[in-house]
């Protein structure tokens, strides 16, 4: 098992090694909409530090959804899927293998990244490590849960579209904890709760929703 | 295959159920209509005027129901989800088309008379702070993601299967719902029924309320199998 998941984690991050361009225009996305909001909104440092968490959070969101429709279209689109699932592998490890690759490369350079774009927008830098904690237990969440909406969606006509409507529901709790942990921590109390739910969170979504994906894959190649 | 276990799956064809849903439907929906007329008259005539809220708690004799309804339909649902993928029976994936539409109205009811009812007793509409109204329009996001999904699948037997896997996943938001006011104190005021404990508001009231939960349901189910008709009708 462990083997698959290494097999499958190594291949994904290969590929995307190979096409880099993808991985930087996740990124790129979160930093334009990230700045987009003081433009918007006006520059009113105070404001600014105060909507700070959740336009980080929403933003990384956003781009994180972006970049699902990659998590099982190139492997639909060669093949290769139907070979995993013929294969020996349960379809549901190896479903969390690519979560994870998905997350490696879509969520940690919003982790890594999140702090610079706090640094902008004037938040405490005590809090830059709430930020990043909550963004490094919450981003793979958003793979994960997001990986069924990719996988109902597979091939669909107009499925970009749809994907956010059947997957941005699913993720309104780990917004709601995300940002809520970084508030909570610029009053001035502990967000040990928000960060201990989050986990609960990954540790929900990473035992349940592959097993979910994966059902959804069958129905959508037989 | 037993002689009872035969009888058990007889409805569950869609031949043999088309008949029946439509007798039922017909005796639902004129059981509506009585209790509509009679839950409306003890809730606007009978029902004593509320001490704090004036006349403008009336609205929760359609609001609580209709609320309620939103909540069960989609467990209602999700369990026709989830037998359609065990057993693979069409009947079931039709049933949740069909049930998906008054789900989606009654979440948009509880939620349009939820801010009319806010507005007179918080002074605001909405408030994006209260937990049960957020969860109450994830619920009704995840109705329109279960529709937009079905309908965005041409080949049928993906498109049922493709939704319920998605009904299912979803109903991680019920017990949030359901609890919300529990877990999480914000502005939205407590359970006003309970099994546990005798009603907290006069019997009068309660009355008008079931009365009027039963109308629900029972509109519910005339226009769920009258829906469960035009698939059968469509698809056979």
């Known amino acids: 098992m462990l083997e698959v998941l290494r097999t499958i984690v190594r291949r994904d991050l290969l590929l995307a090694l190979r096409r880099r361009s993808d991985v930087a225009t996740a990124l790129l996305f979160f930093i334009i909409v990230a700045s987009l909001f003081p433009l918007g909104i006006g520059a009113e440092p105070n404001q600014l530090r105060a909507i700070a968490p959740g336009v980080i959070w929403v933003a990384a969101l956003l781009s994180s959804m972006l970049s699902l429709g990659r998590l099982f279209a190139g492997d639909y689109a060669d093949g290769t899927l139907e070979q995993i699932m013929l294969g020996a592998a349960p379809l549901g490890v190896v479903v969390a293998a690519k979560a994870f690759a998905h997350w490696l490369v879509s969520g940690l350079p919003l982790v890594l990244i999140a702090p610079l774009i706090a640094l902008q927008y004037d938040v405490a830098p005590p809090l830059y490590g709430v930020l990043a904690l909550s963004l490094l237990l919450g981003t793979p969440v958003l793979s994960i849960i997001g990986g069924i909406g990719a996988a109902l969606t597979l091939g669909l006509r107009g499925g970009g579209v749809l994907l956010s409507l059947l997957v941005l529901p699913l993720y309104v709790p780990v ?48 | 295959m037993t002689a009872e276990s035969l009888k058990w799956f007889w409805y ?46 009336r609205i929760i004799f359609i609001h609580v129901p209709a609320a309620w309804m939103s909540m069960f ?22 049933m949740t088309r069909a049930l998906a539409p008054t789900g989606a109205l009654f979440t948009f009811i509880a939620l349009w008379t939820g801010s009319l009812w806010g507005r007179p007793t918080w002074g605001t509409y909405w408030v994006w702070g209260d937990t049960r109204l957020m969860t109450e329009l994830i619920l009704l996001f ?63 009231m309660f009355t008008g309320m079931i009365l009027m ?24």
């Open chain 2, 73 to 94: 339909i989609y467990v209602v649902m999700a369990c026709w989800a989830a037998l359609g993928l065990a057993l693979n029976t069409r009947l079931s994936f039709m």
């Open chain 2, 213 to 236: 939960a039963a109308a629900f349901w029972m509109y519910s189910i005339a226009v769920a199998l009258t829906r469960v008709r035009c698939e059968i009708v469509e698809s056979e």
């Open chain 2, 12 to 57: 569950a064809s869609p031949q043999t159920f088309f008949p029946l849903a439509g007798r039922i439907a017909r005796v639902c929906a004129a059981l509506a209509a009585i209790l509509t007329l009679a839950g409306l008259y003890v809730g606007f005539f009978v029902a004593p005027t509320d001490a704090q809220q004036g006349e403008a708690y």
């Open chain 2, 142 to 204: 995840l109705y329109f993601g279960v529709m937009a999904l079905q309908a965005a699948i041409d080949e049928r037997r993906r498109s049922d299967r493709a939704g319920a896997v998605l009904a299912i996943v979803g109903v991680v938001n019920i017990p949030i719902i359901y609890y919300s006011v529990q877990w999480w104190n914000t502005l939205h005021q407590g359970a006003s029924v309970s099994f546990t404990r005798a009603p907290s508001m006069a019997a009068t």
């Open chain 1, 175 to 222: 917004l709601v904890l995300g940002a809520g942990s970084v508030d909570v921590a610029a009053a001035g109390l502990a967000s040990d709760g928000q960060l201990l739910l989050l986990a609960a969170l990954l540790v929900i979504a990473a035992a349940f929703a592959p097993w979910a994906t994966a059902a959804a894959l069958r129905i959508s190649l037989e």
